[in-house]
C-alpha cells in the first residue's frame, strides 16, 4: 500500500510555513468539536477523541486550533488525544478573541491578554513553545504595536515559534511585517467566496501561508447539473472533495483545514488529496 493510499494527506504536498516548519498542506480544523456555538464541551467527547487520532493516522500535521473554541475545549481534546505529540505534529493556534456565550466573540488586544492567553495555551496544550501563534482579530481599540509588539517580545522569549494574522486586508499585513515577520494570513476564502483574492495573491508572492477558513462552503457550485456536481460525477467524489481539491490546485501556499466532529466526513475531506483536477476541470470550476 503506497503512503499516500494510507496516509492520504500526503498526496496533498508539503508547505515550510516560516520556511522552516513543513507540514502536509491539506489540515484539520478543530473549531467543530466543543459544543454548539463554539461553546462548552463536546457533544461527543469520546467521537472528538477518535478524530482527533485519525488525523495522524491520514498524514495530516497540521491541526489548528484556537484558545477561543469552547473557550479551551478544543485544546484540552488535543492534549487528550495526541499528547505527547509527533515530532512532524505543527499545532497552529489563535488568541485575542473573549467569549460571552455561544457564537459570541470579542476581539481584545491589549498586552497583558494576549500574554496571559499565550500562557493558557502553552498551558492547555502542553506545549513549551507554540509553533504557530496567529492573531485571531485586531483589535481596533488598540494599536497594533502594542498587539503584534506582545507577541512579538513572547517570541523573543521562546515561547512562540512563528506569528500569523486572521481575517486581514493587504494593507494590514503590510503593516503588520513593519513590526513583525508575518507567516502566515487566515482568511474566509473557498470556491464560493473569493472576496480575500488579493490577499491570497499577495501571500503567494511573499511566501506566505495562506490557511483558508470556512474552506468548504460550496454553495451553489455544489447543486445538481453545476460545474462542480459535473466534475464531482467524473472524479466519482464528492461536491466538498472537489472543493478542497480546488483550494490545493489555486495556490501553492493554501492550506485548507476543513473541521468536521465525524470521522467518516474526516475521511472523505482528507480523500481530496488525492483528486487531480485538469487544467480545463480547474478553469471551469474557477
Known sequence: MSNTTAQPATASGSFSIGGDLPVNRLGYGVM????????GPSRDHDGAIRVLRRTVDLGITLIDTADAYGPYV????????????????VIATKVGFTRQGPNQ?????????LRQQVELSLRN?????????????IDPKVTLEEQLGELGALQKEGKIRHIGLSEVTVD????ARKIIDVVSVQNRYNLADRASEDVL??????????IPW???????LAKAGGPLDAAAKTHDATPSQLALAWLLRRSPVILPIPGTSSVEH??????????ELSDEEFAALT
Request: glycine share 8%; net charge negative.
Open 32 to 39: 467543530q468539536l466543543p459544543g454548539a456555538g463554539v461553546w
Open 74 to 89: 478544543a485544546d484540552e481534546l488535543i492534549r487528550e488525544a495526541l499528547h505527547p505529540y509527533a515530532d512532524d505534529l
Open 105 to 113: 466573540w470579542v476581539a481584545v488586544g491589549r498586552a497583558e491578554y
Open 125 to 137: 496544550l502542553g506545549l513549551e513553545r507554540i509553533d504557530l501563534l496567529q492573531l485571531h482579530r
Open 172 to 175: 494590514e499585513i503590510e503593516a
Open 201 to 210: 495573491d499577495y501571500a503567494e508572492a511573499n511566501g506566505i501561508a495562506f
Open 214 to 220: 470556512f474552506p468548504l462552503a460550496t454553495g451553489k
Open 266 to 275: 474526516l475521511d472523505d475531506n482528507t480523500a481530496a488529496a488525492l483528486i
